[in-house]
């Protein structure tokens, strides 16, 4: 089936820093993909729709200023955490919706725990 | 928006059911899906079922939906220790979903 793939699957940095991360379709094309993040023990919260070739649609309460997404190619969208503070670490996780229109199953990539200190 | 509730704790005993509730509000959602995630783990799609649909069974679990109430529910037969993780309800159009909070199941010998 289609498979998601993120990069780095974790990542340490410390307040003040940059992180890029990637999220990568490997065997079908992307158009759009979502980033979702989750706090530690709770929900996964929607944060943004990725566009290839447009701006990404942020979702209420995210500062689009802060979580920079570019959506570069048919199969690669980037997250990245601008001026990252401890509150920013979490778990992020993307997907993106089947190959085929209708199909039910949308696929996400494994993760990428942020840390930073 | 669109708001996914569920417990946030279940313990069972090996062998014997879970069950896992639900309740969404958006009613326009066309599918809606159980979800599992181990610890540090990404998330598995467990089942899912067609908002048409009323129950849907596939091998040892079993999802009820009651459009009426907006009440989902997941049911695992003979629960094993492997089942121990969150399991998540979630709901959406144009494959943007909603979670609930995720319910922790424990299963103990």
């Known amino acids: 089936g289609a498979v998601v793939s993120q990069h780095p699957s974790w990542v340490i940095c410390k307040s003040g820093t940059s992180v890029k991360i990637e999220c990568r379709s490997l065997?079908?094309?992307?158009?759009?993909m979502f980033w979702y993040r989750q706090f530690p023990k709770q929900s996964l919260m929607l944060m943004a729709t990725s566009n290839e070739g447009s701006k990404a649609t942020y979702e209420q309460g995210v500062e689009k200023d802060k979580f920079l997404i570019n959506h570069a190619s048919l199969t690669l969208s980037t997250l990245t955490v601008t001026s990252a503070h401890p509150e920013d670490s979490s778990f992020y996780i993307c997907?993106?919706?089947?190959?085929?229109?209708?199909?039910?199953?949308?696929?996400f990539g494994p993760g990428t725990r942020l840390t930073v200190t | 928006g669109e708001d996914v509730e569920q417990s946030l704790f279940l313990s069972v005993r090996e062998g014997d059911s879970s069950v896992i509730n639900c309740t969404y509000t958006d009613s326009s959602s066309t599918y809606l899906y159980w979800y599992k995630q181990e610890p540090g783990a990404g998330l598995q799609l467990l089942t899912y079922?067609?908002?048409?649909?009323d129950m849907k069974q596939d091998q040892r679990l079993t999802v009820l939906l009651n459009k009426k109430d907006k009440h989902l529910s997941l049911r695992i037969a003979d629960t094993q220790t492997g089942d121990s993780a969150i399991y998540f309800c979630?709901?959406?159009?144009?494959?943007?979903?909603?979670f609930g909070a995720g319910t922790t199941v424990t299963v103990r010998a």
């Open positions: 065997d079908f094309q992307a158009t759009t």
């Open positions: 979630a709901e959406g159009n144009d494959y943007k979903l909603s």
């Open positions: 997907s993106a919706p089947p190959p085929l229109a209708g199909a039910y199953e949308q696929y």
């Open positions: 079922i067609f908002s048409n649909m």
